[in-house]
């Protein structure tokens, strides 16, 4: 009884390790590299964070802890309320348009050098400048000095049509290829002396000058549409000059003063 007990024991150990083998084959044929595959789903597009030209994805999100601060205390503590242009100020990575050396100063309260003689603007001041024009989603907007890109940005950013025109053809060309990388490319780019204008796409509902002439040009006046406006900051070169609010009624151009504000000088032939 004992040795039919071993051989059965064996009969039965046998079957399942002929079992164990068939099972191995069976799956070694569904993965021959042995590792169990597992779907992966592909993320959800809400789930990515934007990835940046030239900042790595964890410090953007510190830059947007710089921004969201940038605008409480910088922008809407001093009386800017528009929240369409908070919110625009608040999306637009003002780090993109800034050169290297500067980054940590992204989101500092002044101006910074952008080389050639120019500067980004103060975020205050490109927030005002925005709020004054009293912009509508499809409005068409000229701005005349491109820069680095970074008002054209916060103008696309509103939903309005933007050309603007920039006389430093190493500038046009490098915010022409930032505002793409950034996601703007919508904005219409031109390399032109922006004293003249824009006539192709004229008239205008808004036209906003970041740099000073030491008069307000005729043929922006002109280009305005009725009802439009425009800001620029006008007067003499390497001082204070006077932020003015431009509107159009009736074939008549009023004039309102917004305090003082130092841009750079405005090129070109005039």
Same mark, same amino acid.
């Given at each position: 009884?004992?040795?039919?007990?071993?051989?059965?024991?064996?009969?039965?150990?046998?079957?399942?390790?002929?079992?164990?083998?068939?099972?191995?084959?069976?799956?070694?044929?569904?993965?021959?590299?042995?590792?169990?595959?597992?779907?992966?789903?592909?993320?959800?597009?809400?789930?990515?964070?934007?990835?940046?030209?030239?900042?790595?994805?964890?410090?953007? =999100? #510190?830059? @947007?802890?710089? $921004?969201?601060?940038? !605008?409480? +205390?910088?922008?809407?503590?001093?009386?800017?309320? %528009?929240?369409?242009?908070?919110?625009?100020?608040?999306?637009?990575?003002?780090?993109?348009?800034?050169?290297?050396?500067?980054?940590?100063?992204?989101?500092?309260?002044?101006?910074?050098?952008?080389?050639?003689?120019?500067?980004?603007?103060?975020?205050?001041?490109?927030?005002?400048?925005?709020?004054?024009?009293?912009?509508?989603?499809?409005?068409?907007?000229?701005?005349?000095?491109?820069?680095?890109?970074?008002?054209?940005?916060?103008?696309?950013?509103?939903?309005?049509?933007?050309?603007?025109?920039?006389?430093?053809?190493?500038? =046009? #060309?490098? @915010?022409?290829? $930032?505002?793409?990388? !950034?996601? +703007?490319?919508?904005?219409?780019?031109?390399?032109? %002396?922006?004293?003249?204008?824009?006539?192709?796409?004229?008239?205008?509902?808004?036209?906003?000058?970041?740099?000073?002439?030491?008069?307000?040009?005729?043929?922006?006046?002109?280009?305005?549409?009725?009802?439009?406006?425009?800001?620029?900051?006008?007067?003499?070169?390497?001082?204070?000059?006077?932020?003015?609010?431009?509107?159009?009624?009736?074939?008549?151009?009023?004039?309102?003063?917004?305090?003082?504000?130092?841009?750079?000088?405005?090129?070109?032939?005039?």
């Amino acid at each position: 009884m004992g040795a039919n007990k071993s051989r059965m024991l064996l009969v039965v150990l046998s079957g399942v390790l002929v079992l164990l083998a068939a099972l191995l084959l069976w799956r070694t044929a569904l993965h021959p590299s042995g590792d169990v595959e597992q779907a992966t789903p592909s993320p959800s597009p809400t789930n990515v964070a934007r990835s940046s030209p030239r900042v790595p994805v964890g410090q953007a =999100a #510190e830059y @947007a802890k710089e $921004r969201e601060h940038m !605008v409480e +205390y910088q922008i809407r503590a001093r009386g800017v309320s %528009d929240e369409q242009v908070l919110e625009a100020m608040a999306t637009v990575p003002r780090h993109e348009f800034v050169p290297d050396e500067y980054l940590d100063r992204a989101y500092s309260d002044q101006p910074l050098p952008i080389g050639y003689g120019q500067t980004i603007s103060q975020p205050y001041i490109v927030a005002l400048m925005t709020e004054l024009l009293e912009l509508r989603e499809d409005d068409t907007v000229l701005e005349i000095g491109t820069g680095s890109g970074y008002q054209a940005a916060v103008l696309a950013a509103l939903g309005v049509e933007v050309y603007t025109m920039e006389i430093i053809p190493e500038l =046009a #060309e490098s @915010a022409r290829q $930032r505002l793409d990388e !950034v996601g +703007y490319g919508e904005v219409q780019t031109l390399s032109a %002396d922006g004293y003249y204008g824009w006539q192709e796409h004229a008239p205008y509902d808004a036209i906003i000058v970041t740099a000073a002439p030491d008069h307000v040009p005729q043929p922006l006046v002109e280009q305005l549409k009725e009802g439009g406006r425009m800001v620029i900051p006008v007067g003499p070169v390497g001082w204070y000059q006077t932020l003015w609010l431009i509107t159009k009624e009736n074939g008549e151009v009023e004039y309102h003063n917004k305090g003082g504000v130092q841009f750079v000088p405005l090129t070109g032939e005039h």
